[in-house]
């Protein structure tokens, strides 16, 4: 067995992000068993994942903006502010990680973007388009970003601790489980969009991706090239899913990368593309994809042990919220 073949980027990649897609089914189905034995007249002993608020940011962005004025770690969605501050985490130490290793929007964008390039249907816009499209997703930061901002800390603890806020992620759920005619045309839409023009959500409309490239310009690990041993074949910036032209670039500081080192791996010019600490220290490609991993399980592990993971809203008290909100499912 070649291991070097095993160990590339792309693999270690494509595990990595198989491996928290499948935990992610495996939660929405646990939180199912959760809510629908709340439902249930029988009951249940089924337990609620905590995982499962890794998607409710703008709760977690709203506890986010608390604890830093306050101190106070949410005790409604204890776990959705772990992971939102494990993600900028990422961001910070391995540039956008969160979002090439372990989102599971991630992979669906990917395996669309495989299937347009299998049809021949993929096509990458003009540059000034893409820079014009990316706007987007900043717009809808600076909407969210400005919103949040504006609240003090009183409108944040009453938002936090209302009946909408914990209820929030079984609505979530029921609204996955019976998507409206217009979510249906919009998945639909975007669906298509991202079969041709690859990673459409991802680059131009998601802002949790805006929130993150953010904090990614200041990270440490980057790209580097050498101009003397390019060979100028462009295979770096073809391969790149955030459609960078690191071919251009002494050193990719974008906050559009997210750390996949597909530039790296498809290089074939020795010692060209290297990933760097800084401007000196050389370390493997493999390192954003495992350090993205070991933070956020890092982080786990911490809020686990110290009381910062698991919501001290009672289960049975949950789902008697659950029954008056959602007894119609």
Same mark, same amino acid.
């Given at each position: 067995?070649?291991?070097?073949?095993?160990?590339?980027?792309?693999?270690?990649?494509?595990?990595?992000?198989?491996?928290?897609?499948?935990?992610?089914?495996?939660?929405?189905?646990?939180?199912?068993?959760?809510?629908?034995?709340?439902?249930?007249?029988?009951?249940?002993?089924?337990?609620?994942?905590?995982?499962?608020?890794?998607?409710?940011?703008?709760?977690?962005?709203?506890?986010?903006?608390?604890?830093?004025?306050?101190?106070?770690?949410?005790?409604?969605?204890?776990?959705?502010?772990?992971?939102?501050?494990?993600?900028?985490?990422?961001?910070?130490?391995?540039?956008?990680?969160?979002?090439?290793?372990?989102?599971?929007?991630?992979?669906?964008?990917?395996?669309?973007?495989?299937?347009?390039?299998?049809?021949?249907?993929?096509?990458?816009?003009?540059?000034?388009?893409?820079?014009?499209?990316?706007?987007?997703?900043?717009?809808?930061?600076?909407?969210?970003?400005?919103?949040?901002?504006?609240?003090?800390?009183?409108?944040?603890?009453?938002?936090?601790?209302?009946?909408?806020?914990?209820?929030?992620?079984?609505?979530?759920?029921?609204?996955?489980?019976?998507?409206?005619?217009?979510?249906?045309?919009?998945?639909?839409?975007?669906?298509?969009?991202?079969?041709?023009?690859?990673?459409?959500?991802?680059?131009?409309?998601?802002?949790?991706?805006?929130?993150?490239?953010?904090?990614?310009?200041?990270?440490?690990?980057?790209?580097?090239?050498?101009?003397?041993? %390019? +060979?100028? @074949?462009?295979? !770096?910036?073809?391969? *790149? /899913?955030?459609?960078?032209?690191?071919?251009? =670039?002494?050193?990719?500081?974008?906050?559009? %990368? +997210?750390? @996949?080192?597909? !530039?790296?791996?498809? *290089? /074939?010019?020795?010692?060209?593309?290297?990933? =760097?600490?800084?401007?000196?220290?050389?370390?493997?490609?493999?390192?954003?994809?495992?350090?993205?991993?070991?933070?956020?399980?890092?982080?786990?592990?911490?809020?686990?042990?110290?009381?910062?993971?698991?919501?001290?809203?009672?289960?049975?008290?949950?789902?008697?919220?659950?029954?008056?909100?959602?007894?119609?499912?």
């Amino acid at each position: 067995m070649n291991l070097s073949k095993i160990t590339t980027p792309s693999r270690i990649r494509a595990i990595i992000q198989t491996v928290f897609a499948a935990y992610c089914m495996y939660i929405g189905w646990a939180f199912y068993r959760f809510v629908t034995s709340g439902l249930s007249s029988t009951g249940g002993a089924a337990t609620r994942p905590s995982s499962v608020e890794a998607f409710l940011p703008i709760s977690a962005f709203l506890a986010f903006k608390r604890y830093l004025a306050t101190g106070q770690w949410d005790s409604i969605h204890p776990a959705g502010l772990t992971i939102f501050i494990a993600a900028i985490a990422i961001a910070f130490f391995a540039r956008k990680g969160f979002c090439g290793y372990i989102c599971p929007v991630g992979l669906i964008e990917r395996t669309l973007a495989a299937v347009g390039k299998k049809l021949g249907l993929r096509r990458e816009p003009p540059r000034w388009t893409h820079r014009g499209l990316s706007v987007f997703k900043y717009a809808l930061l600076a909407f969210f970003g400005f919103t949040v901002l504006r609240m003090n800390v009183v409108s944040i603890t009453a938002f936090l601790r209302s009946e909408y806020n914990l209820v929030a992620d079984a609505k979530m759920m029921a609204f996955f489980l019976n998507p409206s005619g217009t979510a249906l045309v919009v998945f639909g839409t975007l669906g298509a969009l991202s079969i041709i023009v690859p990673y459409f959500w991802c680059r131009y409309l998601c802002p949790y991706g805006a929130l993150l490239s953010i904090f990614s310009f200041w990270s440490p690990i980057a790209v580097t090239r050498d101009e003397k041993a %390019c +060979i100028n @074949c462009g295979k !770096c910036a073809r391969v *790149c /899913p955030g459609h960078i032209e690191v071919d251009k =670039k002494l050193r990719v500081n974008s906050p559009e %990368c +997210i750390g @996949c080192m597909q !530039c790296v791996e498809s *290089c /074939p010019a020795p010692n060209c593309l290297t990933t =760097k600490v800084g401007k000196k220290w050389k370390i493997s490609p493999l390192v954003p994809g495992i350090l993205s991993v070991a933070i956020l399980l890092g982080l786990y592990l911490w809020a686990s042990n110290t009381g910062h993971w698991d919501s001290q809203i009672p289960g049975e008290m949950l789902k008697r919220y659950y029954m008056r909100v959602l007894g119609g499912m």
